[in-house]
């Protein structure tokens, strides 16, 4: 039985299930986002967007979740790392959980302001979020997209940090997130 004393040096089952599903979940958000915003009206455009706000609902649930995980489970002890890596590393975390939720709230925000509801799955219909305004829809607009750009320069951040860790540094960190690994 493990000391709970001791420091953890893995992330939990549950924190590394919820990091991978959020990221796989994030990033295909993005490129069907990127995809979708480029492409004439059509059948196909609507279906790409319903699924985008599906998985940003999605995404939305998984965040608090996690959230709420992060809040009552401890992460592993921190690596040995200069203040100013550090601070790096805290920094973009709290950046990147803002952007867990500020990106699909506006998201939610502009799509009840545009007049056009999600429901989930074509099933659970959301409240709106903010009344129908068209104005205040073209305003918000660009804000969804800029933050979902400003989450995906965080990601590849965090990704090419924890590849730095790994292949440079050599000090393990990405192993505390892969599953399977003891």
Known sequence: MPNASLPRHRYTLTAIALHWLLAVLIIGTFLVGWQMSG????????????????????????SALRLLWRLF????????MSPVQRLAAHATHHLLYLLFFAVPLVGWAYSSAA?????VFG??????????????AAAIKPWHGWLAYSLAVLVVLHVAAALKHHFIDRDGLLHRMVPGRA
């Open 73 to 80: 489970n401890r992460p592993p002890a921190d690596l040995p």
């Open 115 to 119: 007049g056009f509801p999600i429901v």
């Open 39 to 62: 492409m004439p009206f059509s059948p196909q455009r609507l279906k790409l967007y319903n699924w985008h706000k599906w998985a940003g609902s999605v995404i939305l649930a998984l």
């Open 123 to 136: 099933l659970v219909p959301l409240p709106d979020f903010v009344p129908v305004d068209k104005a205040l």
